[in-house]
């Protein structure tokens, strides 16, 4: 008794495939396997690539962020210099006393440099403005006339700012050893951290205090 398989008969009885059919079914074992292809392996790639692109423009954005920042703060540094530098200016200009030994001093010394006798000083008393007091005072000097122009040069060009108000000049002594004597007002200012008051802030303390008054 025979048990095998008879395969050519299997064959003959299954009908045959024509070359078109053959066609058919390599291209569409063809897109079978592309299609498998993209699921599998091509569409992960395109995911990781744009998941990689994404994390790239956060990143980015995150550089780009602390570069503006890093540029900021370098530039808010240059402005806090330049603003200290301003202030210190101010301050050499505007002292915030009236400091008069350094400012007899500094008098006095360019009176040697031009030869110009500064023999009398009198302060005044602080006036408050704004943010800044006029501190008035009064010398007494003498010199010949070029020199004494010297001398208010000089003081033209202190670091500390004085003004002069007026000044008078009177001839001592015959030609040709003639002095000039002369008195001058003049003021400088003073910095104030305290605002002076105001007549509205005096008109707000008295309605404030009357408005805390307890009504009997």
């Known amino acids: ?12 009885k299954l009908p045959k495939i024509t070359k078109t059919q053959r066609l058919i079914l390599v291209i569409c074992l063809n897109i079978i396997v592309f299609v498998l292809l ?12 744009k998941k990689l692109a994404n994390e790239y423009q956060l990143v980015k954005r995150d550089l780009d962020e602390m570069i503006r920042i890093k540029n900021n703060m370098d530039k808010s540094r240059a402005e806090y210099t330049r603003t200290q530098e301003a202030l210190q200016e101010l301050l050499r200009q505007l002292p915030e006393t009236k400091d008069i030994p350094n400012l007899l001093r500094n008098m ?5 440099e031009t030869q110009v006798k500064v023999s009398y000083f009198e302060p005044g008393t602080v006036q408050n403005k704004d943010f800044y007091g006029e501190f008035p005072f009064k010398i007494r000097y003498s010199g010949t006339f070029h020199n004494i122009g010297y001398f208010f040069d000089g003081i033209r060009r202190m670091e500390r700012l004085i003004e ?3 000044f008078s000049l009177v001839a001592k002594g015959a030609a040709p050893k003639v002095t000039l004597e002369g008195e001058c007002s003049a003021k400088s200012y003073v910095y104030l951290k305290e605002q002076p ?3 509205k802030d005096d008109k707000k303390n008295v309605k404030k205090n009357k408005d805390s008054t307890p009504k009997k």
Do not use: H
């Open 108 to 112: 006095s010394s360019v009176g040697t």
């Open 1 to 12: 008794m025979k048990t095998g398989i008879n395969f050519s008969g299997i064959g003959k």
């Open 197 to 199: 008051k105001t007549d």
């Open 38 to 49: 993209f699921i599998f392996v091509i569409n992960p790639v395109i995911e990781a690539k």
């Open 164 to 166: 002069i108000t007026n």
